[in-house]
């Protein structure tokens, strides 16, 4: 009986009832049909506990009244019965429509999702809301979740014209990532988000995937990740491996910085010899080698890669210095044989004053500092530039000294190009622990938004070979320079 009253009470009442229990789903409406069936059962109970005759009032019905009135009194029970009998039908439509109405709100509370509040961590969709929380790796850039930081792409490159064949390039290590990444913000935020142009990677050892997410995330071009052959990261055959042994036991001894590495010997055989020649690199003719942890401090509106083209530059620099003698003892008695073997290579014109102080017959240690370069790939390639690499490295300086790719790329650049291919960036402010080149010359420092202090500049102080340069090439110093002295 339950079941059946209940039922027709639900029938009755889903006829009555309101629009909006129409447009509710299923799951609403399964609760609703048990609210239906207790309101119905509600119902029942009052029918049993009070039938409609005993919940009217009490009137006289004695059996010897007038027959009209008998008649009459039959029909007033009569009407009094049928409006009993609406009354109650009434109340129940109220009391289950009450019910009804109770539990819409109390299902529709629960089955409505409640807001997500960002207090799990770990949780991914949630961490990228969180303030506090490390910056979302790329995967979490995939969540729908609504976050009030939604620039998760670059902006497209602004400045017009052609991009020349170039690329950035950066030789690491898997745990050089963060430091790769300071670099990699520097110079996209001062100059190749207007450009876009490539990054090349190259590693003696697999690049991880983290390296790749955070490295390929920041990158306004294409980012490219190669791995060295082992030839070019490992001992030449023609060295003596003792000989090697003992040096860097005795440099140790001398607290020469990086004197026992033998990864730092293999990093600078690397840069001075073979980067240029990685198939990744091939593709392109220009390059900017960017190392960890620098700086840029001003903003470059112009594509310095067209600029070295235009201007038929080859090599170019921000800082120079004197090497540490001890890293070098007979580097340059190795470039007088190449030179001697290869008089072809050295060009008329060349910057060898700035090598040296007596025409040649000595080093005075002068090189740019190759953390920061900027330029042409074939140069490099080139036979002239092969044969000097291959005769230094026959001669064993990288292992049984510890030469710098600093001093290789430097003395090769200013004997096998002309003065003139060398360019000096003064407008690019740049940092490599622990020196600053801050451009000499306020107004350029303010136009172009600068954010070194000029008294770091290291240009001018007496240990920068960079006054050299400016004298050999016959070019005037920039007004200031005698203040930042
Ligand atoms: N893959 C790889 N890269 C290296 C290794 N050693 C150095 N490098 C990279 O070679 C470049 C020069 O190394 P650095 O350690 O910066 O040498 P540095 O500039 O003389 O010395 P710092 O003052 O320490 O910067 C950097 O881009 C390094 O990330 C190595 O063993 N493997
Ligand atoms: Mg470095």
Known sequence: MGDATADSGLDELHSAAPAFIHTVDASTLQLRRAAVALAAL??????????????????????????????????????????????????????ALVAIILLFFISSSSSVPSPQWPTTKGDKSQSVVDPNAPAAPATEKESTATTPNPGTQLPPATAKGDRMNATFVTLARNSDVWEIAESIRHVEDRFNRK????????????????????????????????????????????????????????????????GDSISYRH????????????????????????EPSVKLFCDIEYD?????????????????LYEYVETIPTLWDAVKNFTSTYPQHVVEGNSMKWLSDDDGKTYNHCHF?????????????????????????????????RWGDAPVHSIAAALML??????????????????????TGEQYRLDHKCSCNPKDNFDWNGYSCTARFYEVNGMDKPAGYEKEQ
Request: aromatic share 18%; charged share 25%; glycine share 6%.
């Open 304 to 320: 310095t890669f067209k600029f070295m083209a235009e201007n038929k530059k080859k090599y170019s620099f921000t800082l120079s």
């Open 369 to 401: 500092w190759s953390n920061f370069e900027i330029g042409n790939l074939n140069w490099l390639r080139s036979d002239a530039y092969i044969d000097y690499f291959t005769s230094l490295d026959h001669a064993g300086g990288f292992f049984y000294e």
């Open 195 to 258: 450009f876009n142009y490539d990054w090349v990677f190259l590693n003696d050892d697999d690049f991880n995937d983290e390296f790749i997410k955070v490295t390929s995330a920041l990158v306004s071009g294409k980012t490219k990740y190669g791995k060295i052959p082992k030839e070019h990261w490992s001992f030449p055959e023609w060295i003596d491996q003792d000989k090697a042994a003992k040096v860097r036991q005795e440099m140790k001894e001398k607290k020469i910085i990086y």
């Open 42 to 95: 509600g119902g029942v109970a009052k029918v049993e506990g009070s039938t409609p005759e005993k919940s009217l009032p009490e009137k006289s019905q004695s059996s010897d009244a007038h027959p009209h009135q008998q008649q009459h009194q039959k029909e007033q029970q009569h009407s009094r019965g049928a409006m009993a009998g609406q009354q109650r039908y009434l109340r129940y439509i109220v009391f």
């Open 267 to 290: 990093m600078c055989r690397y840069e001075s010899g073979f980067f240029f020649r990685h198939p990744l690199m091939m593709d392109y003719e220009w390059y900017w080698r960017v």
């Open 418 to 439: 002309k003065k003139e291919e060398i360019h000096f960036f003064n407008d690019i402010a740049y940092y490599h622990v622990p020196f600053t080149h801050c451009p």
